[in-house]
């Protein structure tokens, strides 16, 4: 017991050095700024460093008659060092307050990147809470190959918001990079008469007793932030469930009711079939939303309810959108470079869809792209062989021709060389290992090779990383 003495009375000695030292640095932990970007290879502002988001709650009020949002995103995040300050990613809107750990906070804007500044340092590890008030009117951003995204108004009155690439910020402040997956609570709320969608499930719809009704969604399930968005409009809404008893919930433009029906009803079906052949669902509820025509040139895959710009012209499209809900949403790209391990997948699914409900096999599908025979695929002879999938030139490319087509060739060409059996098996544990995470090129080549015991490495030389046309 005695040995104990010296080492008791020591502690108050050190801890008034401790109290010197802290009072001569300004503060009891030490914490530095967090990274403005996460140095993405095509994106490197996008995103933050320092900390991980958990779990984002927007409360977004819009309305549609002046296009002005009243937000609050409550951010809740894990620092992953010591933080003197980091950054959120918002591009446009007015910042009016903001408090980490329920105490107000400085802040400061250059470009898109909010940079926050507790009152007191964030330790490494610690869980904190930032809540940004925010209001004004979201913009449409154009992305670098000339597409929209960000906030969008829809024709007759209503908007959309989108994300891909690097859009979400155009809508609330966030850590936007596909890197760092969150939970996502996202409550609208709109003057009466407006439909409001958003990600995951209707957990209540509320009369707010001004006028206006609050849709408050729920999406528990990791989502990277290019994946939310936020429907605004008249919308017809349909409500079911599919055989195996996942909810679905339809938000269809009334223009476009009769010309989706048909593609929608086929979702239940699609869901079951690729459950079979790529694994679980990953998410608890699934659906679709169909903008006004001309809302937008694409259509997205938006965590389990893609949106697309107008009745689905044909099925393969709700398909591919649906594909994604495994490969890009459940199993995230590491990086925007890897954006073929979303696209090439979803592709190859349409091809797969296709040699399994009567139309060409894939083997046509890939034979055609070597042939430039658009009777088979319209897209045959589009510039598919321009650079390797895996490497894009530039963000201007990641949703270029080669990314699509080229990926889903390199993965015919995996199936070429290992048989259908260990493919499908190949695919499932693709799924199955990364559910809810992210992964890169690297990975994927790493893990086609343990799993299936194959060499492949003349199929990533030639198709994935090879620079000329391959035959
Ligand atoms: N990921 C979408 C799809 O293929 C397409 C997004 C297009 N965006 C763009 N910036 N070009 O399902
Ligand atoms: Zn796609």
Redesign the pocket.
């Known amino acids: 017991m005695e040995h104990r003495a010296p080492y008791r009375l020591a502690v108050p000695a050190l801890a008034a050095l401790l109290a010197l030292t802290t009072a001569c640095t300004g503060g009891p932990v030490q914490g530095r700024p967090g990274a403005s970007g996460l140095r993405d290879p095509f994106f490197p502002k996008a995103g933050n460093g320092g900390y991980d988001v958990d779990h984002y709650e927007l409360d977004l009020d819009y309305d549609p008659a002046d296009g002005q949002l009243n937000g609050t995103a409550v951010i809740t995040a894990r620092a992953r060092q010591g933080l003197s300050s980091f950054n959120l990613d918002l591009s446009g809107l007015e910042v009016e307050g903001v408090t980490v750990q329920g105490a107000d906070a400085r802040y400061n804007r250059t470009g898109n990147e909010l940079t926050v500044r507790p009152a007191v340092d964030l330790k490494q590890g610690e869980v904190f809470r930032t809540e940004v008030d925010y209001a004004g009117k979201p913009k449409t951003l154009t992305?670098v190959?000339g597409?929209k995204?960000g906030w969008i108004s829809t024709p007759g009155g209503g908007a959309v918001g989108v994300g891909?690439?690097v859009g979400s910020m155009a809508w609330f402040p966030g850590n936007h990079h596909p890197s760092d997956k969150a939970a996502y609570d996202i409550t609208l709320t709109v003057p009466h008469g407006y439909e409001a969608v958003s990600n995951g499930e209707l957990r209540s719809r509320t009369d707010t007793g001004d006028g206006r009704t609050a849709f408050a969604w729920h999406n528990p399930e990791p989502m990277a932030s290019y994946l939310a968005t936020a429907v605004v409009g008249t919308y017809q809404v349909t409500t079911g469930r599919t055989p195996s008893g996942i909810p679905l919930y339809e938000a269809v433009a009334p223009a476009e009711a009769a010309a989706s029906a048909g593609k929608l009803a086929r979702l239940p079906e699609m869901l079951e079939w690729g459950g079979r052949r790529f694994g679980p669902y990953p998410f608890g509820t699934a659906g679709a939303i169909v903008l006004p025509a001309k809302s937008l040139t694409?259509?997205?895959?938006t965590q389990t309810k893609?949106v697309f710009p107008g009745a689905p012209g044909e099925e393969e499209l709700v398909l591919?959108?649906l594909a994604?809900q495994w490969f890009?949403n459940s199993v995230s790209p590491k990086s925007w470079k890897d954006m073929w391990l979303?696209?090439g997948f979803?592709t190859y699914a349409e091809w797969l869809w296709a040699e399994d409900h009567g139309g060409p096999t894939a083997q046509r599908h890939f034979q055609a792209f070597l042939d430039g025979d658009t009777a088979v695929d319209e897209a045959a002879d589009s510039d598919w062989a321009a650079f390797p999938p895996a490497s894009p030139p530039g963000p201007a490319h990641?949703?270029a021709a080669p990314v699509?087509y080229r990926g889903a060739m390199v993965l015919h060409r995996i199936r070429q060389e290992v048989g259908d059996e260990k493919f499908f098996d190949l695919v499932r544990g693709w799924t199955a290992g990364h559910r809810h995470g992210n992964a890169d090129t690297a990975d994927f080549t790493a893990y086609a090779q343990e799993r299936t015991g194959h060499d492949l490495k003349g199929v990533w030389d030639v198709w994935l990383y090879g620079k000329g046309r391959p035959r």
């Open positions: 992305d190959d597409s995204e891909e690439p694409y259509a997205l895959e893609p591919h959108e994604h890009g979303n696209e979803a990641i949703s699509y």
